[in-house]
Nanobody, 131 residues
Framework: QVEVVESGGGVVQAGGSLTLSCTAS????????MGWFRRAPGKGREGVAA??????????AYAEAVKGRFTISRDNAKNTMYLEMNSLNAEDSAMYYC??????????????????????WGQGTQVTVSS
């Protein structure tokens, strides 16, 4: 049975930092691309970042809204993925979800893809940025 669990959410002041973690079990972790999505109140779930490893190469993709502020990484030995979030603002407040999927590639590079591209999901961890 596959289980995906996020952690690390909380309340942080605007301009602050937070790191989310995601651990997956019941699957061969390094065979999967991993992604972070988020859903703010009243909005749909949007892709934030994705990461995949192909052999010795790691690919990452970011949404425009978080480029330069968020960094995605993974430790395949620990079946864990991370999202380091810096310079947080109120627009980053949302429930953050971790997901595992096959990986979407466009024009030779990793793409975050859509929710339909991910088979396994966690329950989410709340991030609230206070002003």
């Amino acid at each position: 049975q596959v289980e995906v669990v996020e952690s690390g959410g909380g309340v942080v002041q605007a301009g602050g930092s937070l790191t989310l973690s995601c651990t997956a079990s019941g699957l061969k972790f390094d065979d999967f691309a991993m992604g972070w999505f988020r859903r703010a109140p009243g909005k749909g779930r949007e892709g934030v970042a994705a990461i995949d490893t192909q052999g010795s190469t790691t690919y990452a993709a970011y949404a425009e809204a978080v480029k330069g502020r968020f960094t995605i990484s993974r430790d395949n030995a620990k079946n864990t993925m991370y999202l380091e979030m810096n310079s947080l603002n109120a627009e980053d407040s949302a429930m953050y979800y971790c997901a595992a999927g096959a990986g979407v590639y466009k024009d030779g590079g990793l793409d975050i893809g859509s929710e339909r591209d991910y088979a396994y999901w966690g329950q989410g961890t709340q991030v609230t940025v206070s002003s």
